[in-house]
Every structure is written in structure tokens, then in C-alpha cells.
């Protein structure tokens, strides 16, 4: 195998391992929907503040997803740009869409 393979096979190795969590793999279908803040996320996931920061730490340095700020809040976003790999990935993921619009009903009712 040539040294060009063995790296495009780390890289996805990498991708496949960082997406072999459960809420990784669900934010990754969240954000497909729209750009969401960690508030939302929170809520929506069930979890905690922290955890939820650290999945994104992790899915954002793998240049997975990318941070918008807007104001005081920080909105997290696909980047569409990261592996190609991912789009086949996300095409196979759960519709989430009604989650998402069940908290965006919630936060506009608070």
C-alpha cells in the first residue's frame, strides 16, 4: 500500500472513530438541519453543558463543524467543506428535524 493510502486510511479511521459516538454522530444530524447553539444542544441531547462543549471541541478540530458569533452566543454549523465522506454519512442519518423544531417551539415560548 502506498504512503498517500496508508494516510487516507488514518484519516478515516480518525473520522470513523470520532463518529463511532453516539452523540457526536447525533449532533453531526442536528447541525445538518440548522446551526445550532450549545443551549439548544443541551436540550435537545439531554446532557450536560460540559459534555456537550467537549463533543464539539472534538468534532470542530477535526474540522467537522465550525463556530459562528453572533452576539454573546456562539452558533455551530456543518462545514460542508470537511471530508466528502461526510455527506454520504449524514444521507444515511435519521430525519431529527422534528427535534430541532420542537426546541425552537420551546425557546420561543420562554
Not at 2 to 14: G, K, P, R, Y
Not at 21 to 42: E, F, G, H, P
Not at 44 to 64: D, N, R, T, Y
Amino acid at each position: 500500500m502506498e504512503t498517500t493510502d496508508m494516510i487516507q486510511m488514518m484519516v478515516l479511521a480518525d473520522l470513523f472513530k470520532l463518529l463511532g459516538d453516539k452523540t457526536r454522530l447525533t449532533i453531526m444530524a442536528l447541525l445538518q438541519v440548522q446551526s445550532l447553539c450549545v443551549r439548544d444542544l443541551v436540550e435537545i441531547l439531554q446532557a450536560s453543558q460540559p459534555s456537550v462543549s467537549q463533543h464539539l471541541a472534538k468534532l470542530k478540530g477535526q474540522g467537522l463543524v465550525k463556530e459562528e458569533r453572533r452576539g454573546a452566543w456562539v452558533f455551530y454549523s456543518l462545514n460542508n467543506e470537511a471530508a466528502p465522506v461526510m455527506k454520504i454519512i449524514l444521507e444515511h442519518l435519521p430525519d431529527v428535524k422534528p427535534l430541532v423544531e420542537k426546541q425552537q417551539r420551546v425557546t420561543l415560548s420562554s
